[in-house]
């Protein structure tokens, strides 16, 4: 079973910065030839549905959600077992929970499979001030 665990959240003014860490631990992944394993960055407003954030796969192709495109980077570090999430230039708007996910699914799928991945950890919580 693979388990994620998130750390990094907490508050911050507008403007500021933050970076979240998920490490992730439990048998190792095998990439094969048209599989991958897929891991981003979703978060959420009570209230509120799920947004993505965003994703990265073996390749370290990256996706973003346009409402953080340029603001935020997502990382992994494969020898940590630790994927990250640089945060920059936080507006309120970007308070919520943020959670990291992790599944194998086809390459071709990661960019849209944020919310369907199957692993999750409990969440950081993210607050922004004006």
């Known amino acids: 079973q693979v388990q994620l665990a998130e750390s990094g959240g907490g508050s911050v003014q507008a403007g500021g910065s933050l970076r979240l860490s998920c490490a992730v631990s439990?048998?190792?992944?095998?990439?094969?030839?048209?599989?991958?394993?897929?891991m981003g960055w979703f978060r959420q407003v009570p209230g509120r549905e799920r947004e993505g954030v965003a994703t990265?796969?073996?390749?370290?192709?990256?996706t973003y959600a346009e409402s953080v495109q340029g603001r935020f980077t997502i990382s992994q570090d494969n020898a940590k077992n630790t994927l990250y999430l640089q945060m920059d230039s936080l507006k309120p708007d970007d308070t919520a929970m943020y959670y990291c996910?992790?599944?194998?699914?086809?390459?071709?799928?990661?960019?849209?499979?944020?919310?369907?991945?199957?692993?999750r950890g409990q969440g950081t919580q993210v607050t922004v001030s004006r």
């Open positions: 996910a992790a599944d194998l699914v086809p390459r071709s799928k990661c960019a849209t499979a944020v919310l369907d991945l199957r692993y």
């Open positions: 439990g048998p190792s992944q095998v990439t094969v030839s048209l599989n991958t394993v897929c």
């Open positions: 990265i796969d073996r390749d370290n192709s990256t």
